[in-house]
């Protein structure tokens, strides 16, 4: 279990790399999914890793929320 925030249009989202490693490490292994606050799911696909950083780009599917808009002062 983790938590992630939509970072463009479409679902894309940025987590935790080790939230993800398991599935990333063993494909086979595992399935990411998504339950947000509202009931939806659906399926996650991982789009680029950072294990260095700890992130993980992924992508939501079925998932339409505004990315995290961030204060500019």
Sequence with gaps: HGSAFAVAPD?????N????????????????EYRADDGQSGKLTI??????????????????IPPLRLRTS
Excluded at 11 to 15: A, N, P, S
Excluded at 53 to 60: G, K, N, P, Q, V
Aim: avoid cysteine; hydrophobic fraction near 55%; charge should be negative.
């Design 11 to 15: 679902g894309v989202l940025i987590t």
């Design 17 to 32: 790399y080790h939230v993800i490693a398991r599935a990333a490490l063993y494909p086979g292994d595992y399935r990411l």
């Design 47 to 64: 789009l680029a890793i950072d294990v260095v950083r700890d992130l993980a780009l992924i992508s939501a599917e079925g998932l339409g």
